[in-house]
């Protein structure tokens, strides 16, 4: 199985890096802003919780994201691996995560970082914000705060995998193309160690 933990700030990438991997490697995607969204537009209490926080550029409760990935990996049991897009983003997440995958006989392959500055990320979030729809993206103090979250809170489960040996950073500024070719050398490494 290939598990793969795309990391990075809000603005990095993930999404459009996500979409060709899927592609490549015929995993599940398994994004907890999307599963968030999704809450959201079918109006459930969930939903209406984590509406207010991700207005306002913050995290939502580990316990909430963690079960929403539980029954996602539930859901698919036979997928040959799967690919977690802005999860974990606390070390309690990535410790939770660890524990589900026991559970499931497998593990994180490796997790791919994708480094940008917060210039770049301000500038490529609120040109999203013209056309995504997403408020968090069309507010730049609200870019700010996600960014500082993401510093606070996120940042530091890098560390977690790097003690595993399963860190790797990539350079995420440059052509879509180029940045996909690299992450595909880094998770075959990965794959064969
Ligand atoms: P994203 O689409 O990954 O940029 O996430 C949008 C927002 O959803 C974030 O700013 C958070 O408010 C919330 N969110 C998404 N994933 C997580 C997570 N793993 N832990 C906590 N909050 C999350």
């Known amino acids: 199985m290939l598990n793969l933990v795309l990391f990075g700030p ?20 398994l994004s907890t802003g999307d599963l968030l969204r999704s809450q959201i537009a079918a109006g459930t209490e969930l939903g209406l919780r984590a509406k207010q926080l991700m207005d306002n550029g913050l995290l939502v ?42 559970q499931h006989q497998t593990r994180i392959t ?33 870019i700010r705060r ?15 995998y790097n003690q595993q040996q399963k860190y790797v950073a990539i350079d995420g500024i440059g052509s879509i193309e180029d940045i996909f070719q690299t992450i595909c050398q880094k998770i075959e490494e990965s794959v064969v160690r």
């Open 10 to 29: 809000p603005g990095a990438g993930k999404g459009t890096q996500s979409e060709k991997l899927i592609r490549k490697y015929n995993l599940v995607h």
């Open 61 to 102: 409760p580990d316990e909430v994201v963690i079960g929403m990935i539980e029954s996602k990996l539930q859901e698919n049991q036979s997928a040959p691996g799967f690919i977690f897009d802005g999860f974990p983003r606390t070390v309690n997440q990535a410790i939770a995560l660890d524990q589900l995958l026991d």
């Open 110 to 142: 490796v997790m791919v970082a994708l480094v940008v500055d917060s210039e770049e990320l301000t500038r490529r979030l609120l040109l999203r914000g013209q056309t995504s729809g997403r408020p968090d993206d069309q507010n730049e103090e609200l």
């Open 146 to 160: 996600r960014v500082q979250e993401y510093n606070d809170k996120t940042a530091p489960v890098a560390d977690y």
